[in-house]
């Protein structure tokens, strides 16, 4: 199994910047791509490592690329046609797509990457703009065996744990799962939050009693304060908490199956976009909440 030493990453939002900081800083060859290529010049000032100008150049020479963007035609953008990276990466060649997309799309990719004689792993994360900066993410990973394998050090590098789930897809349809739960979670204590200050409650109060019990969250933990504080920009946007909704809803509905609580909490995100709130980050539920909300 070859071994990984020269790494490009294509990306560099609130996620994907410090990822690939990361990854330099735990030894290997780092080469990075950017749309905005300012933002790349940045990284290349904080990091060293190289930068490079098109997806092509960025798969020519690398034993693994990553790509962490928007969505799944950002992704289609980076890693398909002539001067996409499947075309132009060496046979052998490991791609990794951190983005959050749907499942089809990984499917699609793996067997793209399969035909070109490459290997593809779906690893989405999990865990924030802290964790990325922190090396601390959660990364859920779908295909084969080897290619996690092959993967492993790089995500010890990112991540604090990483686990493959099954063929490709698993991963996708693994953080459709992490966005529904989280969702139902915001809205609960979006309520609560509500509720303690309507009582008169001190909320710091409330949430260090609550987390030595059963509500204990990493939401409770990290957002309970801040939403009673009227603050959200904490870097995920609901912009992209309604795209991943959206891929889930899409996903269940295909299963055949109800997500009444997602489906009520994406129509809330819905209201809350419309009232110009899409650049907020997503606790910002407790704002319908608020006595004279109108949207």
């Known amino acids: ?101 749907s499942a089809d799309l990984a499917r699609e990719l793996d067997d793209e990457c399969r035909k070109a004689g490459l290997s593809f792993l779906d690893a989405p994360v999990s865990g924030g703009q802290a964790g990325a900066e922190n090396g601390q993410l959660s990364i859920m990973c779908g295909g084969d065996s080897d290619a996690f394998e092959r993967a492993r050090p790089l995500f010890a590098a990112t991540g604090k744990q990483a686990r493959l789930l099954g063929a490709a897809g698993s991963g996708q349809l693994c953080k459709m799962v992490n966005q529904v739960c989280i969702a139902g979670i915001l809205q609960g204590l979006a309520e609560g939050v509500s509720l303690a200050k309507a009582a008169g409650l001190s909320v710091e109060d409330v949430q260090q009693v609550l987390g030595g019990g059963a509500a204990q969250s990493w939401q409770l933990d990290n957002r309970a304060i801040t939403m009673a504080n009227d603050e959200f920009n904490f870097g995920f946007a609901i912009d992209w908490m309604r795209k991943d909704l959206d891929y889930a809803l899409a996903e269940a509905g295909r299963l055949g199956l109800e997500l009444p609580v997602a489906t009520e909490v994406n129509g809330y995100y819905r209201q809350l976009q419309d009232a110009g709130l899409n650049r907020c980050d997503t606790s910002v539920l407790i704002r319908r909440l608020a006595p004279g909300w109108s949207g």
């Open 1 to 101: 199994m070859a071994s990984i030493q020269r790494v490009s990453f294509l990306g560099l939002g609130v996620m994907g910047f410090p990822m690939a900081g990361h990854l330099q800083q735990a030894g290997f060859e780092v080469s990075v791509y950017n749309r905005t290529a300012s933002k790349a010049r940045l990284w290349v000032d904080a990091y060293g490592g190289r930068l490079v100008e098109t997806p092509a150049s960025a798969a020519s020479e690398a034993d693994a690329i990553l790509v962490c963007v928007g969505n799944d035609d950002d992704v289609r953008s980076l890693l398909l046609g002539e001067d996409g990276v499947i075309a132009n990466a060496r046979p052998g060649t490991l791609i990794i797509d951190h983005t959050t997309t």
